[in-house]
């Protein structure tokens, strides 16, 4: 058995104290490790993009990232998304524009607009489109998600100047 | 309140978008890990197996006792192939699996399976299907004759006079290259062994959970009864997720054999490797056409390569033999001779894929249209005019029965919206500029909901077509709806509920939909083929109704009047044109507490029925505009417009979804995406970085319109809509290419179009890039 | 596609850093974004026996114009020039062709360095630092070198770093305000690799070109300056009859390349863009 490392990682406000090999990926750790099974492995190459976290504010896919590399960063998965029973605003537009069919995808492109929101709350809509192109979705060919992330930002906008 | 028709957010959501799914994948992670060894060669036999003396490790002889997988259909043509769950003697293509390594976890099973060494005597892989065909090939199967599997022929008596009469003959050869599916979820199995009873619940991502037991059990021996089959959250499908592949075979064989819990979660190499693969077809047509523009006859020599097995439980006649029977689409003509095959290779297993044979056809068809009309000096639209299906129900050379459609309306609907006029002079003034714009039209038909005797006629032995649902409302006036089909993303849960709603006068909330568990639903054939809205939507519906006809019985009783004068609606059993109502809520307490009090009626309200249709023909017309950057050959689609019949639409938000998503999977079936295999049999596609499904930056806003022809073929009056959007896209990009590059005469068959392929063809033409 | 096992070193100082590398040398590879290595290892195409983690190293996160130059530290993350770094047509530049690089996420991770160290022939700083003449500050326990762009790449996937070196450093040449530039990139979808790409970059000094860039990458093991057409350009006056010349230079370039084929691209085909790339790099720059 490979040597196993003791790493603490801040997701979504709590703490987890985990015993892991080096090679597992940021991913496998949150989702085996940690039990957060909402950040999915859709290629563990970096192109879909469903792995798509927060790592101190940045979206970045975790199956391209460590999980030894992830001590000392803030992480944030879909999990910590809603606010409670409340959900964000993100999630809110993609269930009023059908964002989302299968939903394997989904929070992958939901910690991507969180994360570029996050970066420039007053993304064009070719920003907005750009951006989104780094994630695969098979189901919802797409314009109901930027749709969604549109709409999201205008009222992340609104409640923010309010 | 009507529920059918609004576009009611689905109910399946708020567990999706909070990270809450429940993937196979998600509940894996205590089973011990599995990982596939795979054949590095397409063809060879297997020498030996060198397996390091630690780890647990199995190959094909630890499993002789297992038979392989070898669907049937009746057929003189049909050649039955066994395809083995895992090998003895020899393997048929890259990436079949040989050997498998149990661990704690997946690196480890990993760190196993670089370890298993596989001595195999290669042989020359028959990869090209076209060579497979030649006399002298050597057939990929040895107990196999010749490489054509199953073969479809029908010639009707005047086709020789149609070719005889015709003013124009257009002649064409059509090539659509490998694909997948691509589901974002890869495949994946979790086999649990329960050491108190000896069963096996297998949680797996796939589309037919029931036929998944039925053939597991079948190929090991085992009563179907020791095995239950959960399809949890399931990330797409497309069609890769209905057959029975041999790794779930294995799955349960292993957690039977070790007595405990193991888990298999396919990664994206596998999966382009070794799931399925479709589309891989070869169409020779030949059109006979009058001077006025009409199809008098057509004449073709289909070709697919259908892989190294026949999948379970369709055969590899899904992909040939669909395209035999409904290659004529939505045209109306008489003569048709068709010789169609499934011609066996080393490469991966072809079984469906959204649409089947439908893109490829209508491709075939839709270019064979434009050329002809650009032969016969007809604008694109007027040659449709006069073949498209205009009477009903209309009966193909084939046999089908169409029933009421709207070809016609939907084509004229799409071009006011495209504004043709405009377009063209638009077109013109950037031809002026260098810049090359293009209009492309595809009309289709797309077979939907269809039955048992659609899957009869094929011959298959499984035939599937019906849909079981049992409805119980509980005593508060909730409702649970168990139903055999398995929705993988598509919304079905909201649109039953919907459905079922106006049926029982309750809201869709207090509706739960229990699908994907064999030991919670009854029999089902799941979802495939633009089938679950129709027939398990038409199934809930009559079993609703029954309970429906029940209520109303007890509530006529309860305030004596006829059941005939009762309404169910909005949570209320109200008498017509008086004050009187009860809570739905009480005529279900009633019907459970006070059963005594309902002479004839059977205590409770739990109800059951079967819907087995007869098929109905959903239809569209896509439009395409596109601009062809001619030095580097980049498609830009500018715009995309589908005008839709689905029938009557149950959830208009989720229909809307099934076309945008087909039609982006069309595009990426006419402009980006293909398998491609090395002379050898090595798959040279086998990550997202070299197969390339389109992102949001290739995909337009798809602009939709809908007709709603009310069909008497299905209950629901909703037709199927699954495919569509896969089916016409192709056709309509292609023949918008086509359409901008006219000034230079080019006619591309080719499916992708990748930007190579048109660059090579505007070359030919004398088209150079600062040559 | 989980990677082999392997040791994990993240040292706190460069120093700590060049003492493992000059201890692992071959054994290690040095992790920065990760953005290529990781995929590689996760298929097992890579198998490094030790990752050295160099992203706690503050001295090599940095990015400033200093003399002329804008030095670009071995940790700066491809999205720092999302907006223009300095200003000028070279912030400019950069920005337009991070836009290229991969996608919005894998841009938070990847550095500019690592894409110069992995020398992939299709990448987009690979063609920057080639066509613009970089120079790579490489360190080691044994000391400092500069190297020439012209001198760093030696193919796909090599470079003239020693196995206990590492890319510290990037210097680009900052351009005055009269120089105009311009970059086209062909793929296949959003973020891909190139197929072809071409840089253009011209010193225009009264409405003549005095010095000018011309460099194309996605062919070849290497991107490509084309240093013939570069001097065609100086001397031509940029103005409207610079049209012809462009057409001329974009008919020379594709005659001036050896490309290779793969699934995606053939070599004529990949001509064909190159000849494309050229015309609109320059176009943009000079139109």
């Known amino acids: 058995m490979p040597d196993k490392r003791d790493v603490t990682l801040a997701v979504n406000g709590k703490t987890y104290a985990v015993s892991i090999e080096p090679r597992r990926s940021l991913a496998d750790v949150l989702r085996d490790d940690c039990g957060l099974t909402g950040t999915h492995l859709g290629c563990e190459h970096g192109v879909c993009g469903a792995c798509t976290v927060l790592v101190n504010d940045k979206p970045v896919r975790s199956c391209l990232m460590f999980g030894v590399q992830a001590e000392g960063k803030v992480v944030r998965t879909v999990e910590g998304l809603a606010d409670g029973d409340t959900l964000h605003p993100l999630q809110q537009a993609f269930w009023e524009n059908h964002g989302l069919q299968c939903g394997f995808c989904t929070p992958g492109f939901l910690m991507l607009a969180a994360g570029a929101l996050q970066e420039n709350p007053d993304m064009s809509d070719d920003d907005i489109k750009d951006v989104l192109s780094s994630n695969l979705c098979r189901c919802t060919g797409y314009q109901n998600i930027v749709k969604a992330v549109r709409l999201a930002a205008r009222e992340m906008r609104a409640r923010t100047r309010a | ?771 | 596609m989980k990677a082999a096992a392997f040791d994990y070193l993240r040292p706190a100082s460069l120093g700590e850093a060049l003492a493992l590398l000059a201890t692992h040398k071959d054994d290690c590879k040095i992790l920065a974004g990760g953005q290529s290595l990781v995929p590689a290892m996760n298929f097992r195409l890579a198998r490094p026996a030790i990752l050295i983690d160099i992203n706690d190293l503050d001295e090599l996160d940095h990015l400033r114009a200093d003399a002329g130059q804008l030095k670009i530290g071995a940790l700066t993350r491809h999205a720092a020039f999302h907006r223009p770094v300095v200003e000028g047509p070279l912030g400019t530049l950069l920005a337009k062709v991070v836009r290229h690089i991969a996608h919005y996420p894998i841009r938070q991770r990847g550095t500019f360095a690592g894409s110069l160290s992995h020398a992939d022939p299709a990448s987009e700083w690979c063609l920057v630092a080639t066509t613009l003449r970089a120079e790579m500050v490489a360190k080691s326990a044994r000391g400092e070198r500069v190297i020439a762009a012209s001198d760093f790449f030696h193919g796909t996937f090599t470079t003239a770093l020693e196995p206990d070196e590492i890319l510290a450093e990037i210097r680009l040449p900052i351009m005055t305000p009269d120089w105009r530039v311009g970059f086209y990139e062909f793929s296949r979808r959003a973020g891909d690799f190139a197929l072809g790409m071409a840089v253009a970059a011209a010193k225009v000094e009264d409405g003549t070109i005095r010095e000018a860039r011309l460099g194309v990458g996605g062919v070849g093991d290497r991107a490509i300056r084309l240093g013939a057409l570069e001097d065609q350009l100086v001397g031509t006056p940029a103005s409207s009859d610079v049209i012809d010349s462009i057409d001329r230079i974009a008919r020379e370039a594709r005659g001036m390349i050896e490309p290779s084929g793969d699934i995606h691209a053939s070599p004529e085909y990949r001509r064909d863009l190159i000849a494309a790339s050229v015309k609109r790099a320059l176009t943009e720059a000079l139109a």
């Open chain 2, 1 to 771: 309140m009507n529920w059918i028709g609004r576009r009611l957010p689905r109910l399946e959501d708020p567990a999706l978008l909070k990270g809450g799914g429940s993937y196979v994948a998600d509940r894996a992670s205590k089973a011990a890990a599995v990982c596939f060894v795979r054949s590095p060669v397409a063809r060879g036999t297997i020498v030996d197996i060198e397996i390091p003396s630690d780890g647990i490790i199995f190959t094909g002889r630890d499993l002789v006792d297992v038979k392989p997988i070898r669907p049937i259909l009746h057929r003189p043509d049909y050649v039955a192939i066994g395809q083995p769950v895992l090998p003895v003697d020899r393997v048929s293509f890259c990436g079949q699996a040989i050997a498998v390594v149990v661990a704690d976890d997946p690196a480890l099973a990993e760190d196993v399976a670089e370890q298993v060494f596989v001595d195999i005597d290669v042989a020359d892989a028959i990869i090209d299907f076209e060579a497979a065909l030649a006399l002298d090939a050597t057939p990929v199967h040895p107990d196999a004759a010749s490489n054509v599997l199953v073969e479809g022929r029908m010639r009707t008596q005047g086709l020789d006079k149609a070719f005889a009469d015709a003013a124009e003959i257009v002649t064409l050869d059509v090539r659509s290259h490998r694909q997948s599916a691509a589901p974002m979820e890869n495949r994946g199995g979790l086999a649990e062994y329960d050491a108190a009873s000896g069963r096996v619940t297998l949680t797996a991502s796939v589309q037919m959970p029931h036929m998944l037991r039925t053939g597991i059990a079948d190929t090991l021996g085992m009563p179907e009864s020791d095995l239950r089959v959960i399809a949890p959250d399931v990330g797409g499908g497309f069609g890769q997720k209905m057959s029975l592949f041999p790794e779930y075979v294995v799955l349960v064989w292993l957690a039977r054999k070790l007595k405990r819990s193991v888990a298999w979660i396919e990664d994206r190499r596998e999966n382009l490797l070794a799931s399925a693969h479709g589309r891989d077809q070869a169409f020779s047509l030949r059109g006979a056409f009058a001077g006025d523009g009409r199809l008098l006859g057509l004449d073709a020599d289909l070709r697919s390569n259908i892989g190294a097995f026949s999948c379970y439980p369709v055969t590899c006649g899904v992909e040939p033999l669909m395209a035999f029977a409904e290659l004529p689409g939505p045209y109306d003509f008489a003569e048709y001779g068709v010789r169609s095959r499934g011609v066996t290779t080393n490469t991966c297993m072809m079984a469906p894929y959204r649409g089947v044979s439908r893109p490829t056809l209508t491709f075939s068809m839709e270019r064979m249209m434009d050329v002809a009309a650009k032969r016969l000096g007809i604008d694109a639209a007027e040659i449709r005019r006069r073949n498209l299906i205009k009477t009903f129900p209309h009966r193909s050379p084939t046999g089908l029965v169409y029933d009421e459609g709207s070809y016609l309306q939907a084509m004229e609907v799409a071009l006011d919206a495209a504004d043709l006029p405009a377009f063209r002079e638009r077109q013109a003034a950037m031809r002026e500029r260098g810049q090359y714009l293009g209009v492309g039209l595809s009309v289709f038909s797309e077979r939907t909901g269809y039955g048992t005797p659609a899957y009869a006629a094929r011959g298959m032995e499984i035939v599937p077509g019906y849909e079981i649902v049992d409805c119980s409302m509980d005593p508060s006036g909730d409702v649970v709806l168990r139903i055999g089909s398995s929705p993988h993303g598509q919304g079905l849960k909201t649109s039953l509920a919907q459905l079922v709603s106006d049926e029982l006068g309750i809201e869709p909330q207090r509706i739960r939909i229990i699908s994907g568990d064999t030991d919670a639903t009854p029999y089902g054939w799941g979802t495939f083929a633009s089938r679950s809205m129709v027939i398990a939507g038409g199934a809930s519906k009559l079993a609703a109704g029954k309970v429906a006809v029940k209520l109303k019985t007890i509530a006529a009783t309860l305030m004596e009047t006829s059941p005939d004068n009762i309404e169910l609606k909005d949570g209320w059993a109200r008498v017509s044109h008086s004050n009187q109502a009860m809570e739905i809520g009480a005529l279900a307490r009633a019907a459970y507490h006070q059963s005594h009090r309902f002479k004839g009626l059977l205590p409770g309200l739990h109800e059951s029925a079967v819907y087995d249709p007869g098929g109905t023909f959903s239809n569209a017309c896509h439009v395409a505009m596109v601009e062809v950057d001619i030095e580097t050959g980049g498609v830009r689609i500018e715009r995309f417009l589908v005008a839709e019949d689905a029938g009557v639409l149950i959830n208009p938000m989720i229909v809307d979804g099934q076309i945008t998503g087909g039609v982006a999977q069309g595009i990426a079936n006419a402009l980006f995406e293909e398998i491609v295999y090395d002379d050898t049999g090595n798959l040279l596609t086998a990550s997202f970085a070299d197969y390339l499904p389109p992102t949001a930056a290739e995909i337009p806003e798809i602009e939709i319109m809908h007709m709603e022809t009310v069909s008497p073929e299905s209950v629901t009056k909703a037709k199927g809509v699954g495919e569509g959007g896969a089916i016409g896209a192709p056709a309509a990009i292609v023949n918008a290419i086509c359409d901008a590059l006219s000034p230079f005469g080019i006619e591309l068959f080719e499916l992708p179009a990748t930007p190579q392929r048109i660059r090579e063809a505007l070359r030919r033409a004398g088209v150079a890039t600062y040559a």
